[in-house]
């Protein structure tokens, strides 16, 4: 049902007409706004509705039931991240049959990480490890489509590397709980990881390279960061997990800048 009201906004954001709005302001001297349209309303209030969807599910684990004051915002990373990223590729596809391609696919992902995230409440649940590797898989996923949007939209440095950064440390942080890395100490890692994001995507607006180019580029400290963090958070960061990530690394910087 959450999944279906989300779709349906996706579907009708691409025929409501709202009055829009204009939002400026100056940052360092530069001239800054967005538009609030309508596209941009069912966007937020679809992250909205899974988040809520996400909260309605979660509270209903029998974990749960003993223990109503056992927080579960950590839940809302994943599915709101989804809706967005999600919505926002499809706001911006053309009206082809890629468009219904990516709706279906949009479906699946919700669908997808509402249940992932049920599953992995529970450390004994046996399908929690397949779960926690959906959720992961999805979460690179989305740093992906979102790098390739922030290219393509072209935006100014200073939007376009705040909302990759942040988006960078909510998932960084959700990847990190997801592997039971210590809370108190993860919220400083992820923001480290999104920080450096941040920096890649402001240095890389600067730069005349193709969008996939680009994306992949900054892709490159989300991976390497959230990878090598995520092993000293557990204490297992060896010889061959450097060697490991420098490899990857290696071979993404490659094929970006091919």
Not at 92 to 111: D, K, N
Request: proline share 4%; aromatic share 10%; charged share 10%.
């Amino acid at each position: 049902m959450i999944t279906a009201a989300i779709v349906l906004a996706y579907a009708l954001a691409r025929f409501l007409e709202l009055p829009q709005r204009v939002v400026a302001t100056t940052l360092f001297g530069s001239a800054l706004g967005f538009e609030l349209s309508g596209p941009f309303l069912m966007l937020v209030f679809s992250a909205a509705l899974i988040s809520a969807g996400s909260e309605m599910i979660i509270r209903a684990h029998p974990l749960f039931a003993g223990q109503p004051a056992r927080r579960t915002l950590i839940h809302w990373i994943l599915p709101g991240a989804t809706a967005l990223v999600m919505g926002s590729a499809l706001n911006h596809a053309a009206s082809t049959p890629l468009w219904w391609l990516g709706l279906a696919f949009s479906v699946v992902a919700l669908v997808v990480v509402l249940i992932a995230e049920y599953m992995v409440v529970n450390p004994q649940d046996p399908r929690r490890e397949a779960a926690a590797l959906a959720l992961t898989t999805l979460a690179y996923l989305l740093a992906l489509i979102l790098f390739i949007l922030l290219r393509r939209l072209g935006a100014r440095a200073a939007i376009s590397a705040t909302l990759g950064g942040g988006m960078a440390a909510a998932l960084t942080l959700r990847l990190f709980a997801l592997k039971f890395a210590p809370l108190w100490r993860s919220g400083l890692y992820a923001a480290i990881v999104g920080l450096i994001c941040a920096e890649a995507i402001w240095a890389l607006n600067y730069l005349a390279i193709s969008t996939i180019g680009g994306a992949l580029l900054t892709m490159l400290p989300f991976y390497i960061g959230e990878g090598v963090a995520e092993h000293h958070l557990l204490g297992r960061l060896t010889r061959r997990i450097w060697i490991e990530y420098g490899a990857v690394g290696a071979l993404v910087l490659v094929l970006a800048l091919v």
